[in-house]
């Protein structure tokens, strides 16, 4: 009922059931539209008739019954995740500018626990997100007549996920989980033992930021613009690049030499080089180069004993100015949000523009780093959004620098995925 109310202009005159009310009372309110309860087609027959005096839905009077539904279950505190530092950071930086992010670790460091949290670090919703969000779940049914949701949602998927789940259609053609986390966050757990051809259909959505489906009965196209965020581990036992002492046993990681009793190191790694390029192989390079930043997460990092103690309501404050920088640049763009819709520096120099000197290290640094055109694209977009999250006006050397290391450019494993 939310879905097609929200359709209807403000010229209009609605009749709607009388445990509908609550839909349309919101969606009255917000649009100006006038809407009038029935409790029968007999009653519909009169009001339309002049016979009874329409009873007109009323927001102030039924807003206490509205049942706010939560998509995202219990989400965790930044603070809550111990260490993490460097994945803490890049996911704040994704959040901000709405980039992809690819979480690599072994089982156990907490990647679903930060892929969770990231819902809370988005910004509230704005009113005319809340109206794109309840259009997709009453579409897929999914919402009672008295509940609206007012938060960002939060999916999971795994690859037990089918494709017909994952992007919808049926006899219906409703929409799947990828519209499903529209304005939210969509997590792909270990996508790379997801279906090939599975993965190979997210590269359009991911694009066009939606979702069209086709079928005899007809077409539909669903919005999907979401911050994806995907988790795998570094390989088939999960401890690739981790090492042993085999007398204290602690574990680090790119060590030659135990710091402590300075025993000669274990790699913990049971992989072979041919099934360690098979399991990073899954992932097709086109793909790849839709994750702008990709993040170790393991406890035995060196550097996630970094700090980066700030709750999740101080960081989506941050988030949220940055978000509102974006606003301002874009206000007179099509379909252009936040940095990570640019889709090339043709249309970046449209609203922004680099000084020579940040030019010249741009250049400089990929050709370094020997990145691809679209990497090195990628590369200026998060360095943007680096400084819009540090509220600096234009993009500086060390913004470029930050985002090297937050994309994982300057790790030899982050690269080749």
């Known amino acids: 009922m939310f879905g097609m109310l929200s359709s209807i202009s403000k010229d209009f005159t609605v009749i709607v059931p009388d445990q509908s009310n609550i839909h349309a009372a919101l969606v009255a309110k917000a649009r100006g539209l006038t809407a009038y309860k029935a409790n029968n087609l007999d009653e519909v027959w009169k009001i339309i008739l002049g016979e009874v005096q329409p009873r007109t839905v009323n927001y102030n009077a039924v807003k206490s019954q509205i049942k706010r539904k939560e998509v995202a ?18 996911m704040s930086i994704a959040v901000a500018g709405g980039h992809n992010i690819l979480l690599v670790g072994p089982p156990g460091q907490g990647k679903s626990m930060l892929s969770s949290a990231a819902t809370k670090m988005l910004p509230d919703l704005t009113s005319g997100e809340v109206f794109e969000i309840n259009k997709i779940y009453s579409a897929k049914g999914l919402l009672q007549e008295n509940e609206v949701i007012t938060s960002r949602p939060y999916i999971e998927v795994s690859h037990a996920t089918t494709e017909a789940a ?62 994806m965020i995907a988790t795998m581990n570094p390989c088939k036992c999960g401890w690739f690049n981790h090492f042993q002492c085999p007398k204290c046993g602690i574990i680090v990681i790119s060590k030659n030499q135990c710091e402590k009793c300075w025993s000669e190191l274990v790699h913990k790694c049971t992989c072979s080089k041919t099934a360690l390029k098979s399991y990073k192989d899954k992932l097709s390079n086109p793909l790849k180069d839709r994750i702008d930043l990709k993040v170790l997460l393991s406890s035995h990092d ?54 020579t000197d940040v030019k010249v290290y741009l250049n400089t640094i990929s050709r370094k780093l020997d990145i691809t055109p679209r990497q090195k694209m990628r590369l200026q977009l998060i360095s ?17 620098h930050k985002a090297i290391f937050l994309m994982g450019l300057d790790n030899e494993y982050c690269r080749q995925l």
């Open 73 to 90: 279950s219990y989400v965790p505190d930044l603070q809550a995740i111990n260490g993490a530092a460097r994945a803490k950071e890049a």
């Open 166 to 227: 994952l992007f919808g259609g049926g006899a219906h053609l409703l929409p799947g989980e990828i519209s499903l986390a529209h304005r939210g966050v969509l997590l792909f757990d270990e996508i790379n033992l997801f279906k090939k051809d599975i993965i190979e259909n997210l590269r359009t959505p991911l694009e066009q930021r939606k979702s069209i489906i086709q079928r005899v009965a007809g077409r539909v196209e669903y919005p999907c613009s979401f911050v």
């Open 302 to 355: 060196s550097g996630s004993r970094q700090k980066f103690d700030f709750s999740t309501s101080t960081i989506q404050k941050r988030i949220a100015a940055a978000r509102e920088i974006q606003a301002e640049r874009y206000k007179n763009a099509n379909n252009i949000y936040c940095n990570a819709d640019i889709k090339d520096d043709h249309q970046y120099q449209q609203y922004d523009s680099l000084d």
């Open 384 to 400: 943007r959004t680096v400084a819009d999250f540090l509220q600096s006006k234009k993009v500086r050397k060390e913004d470029v």
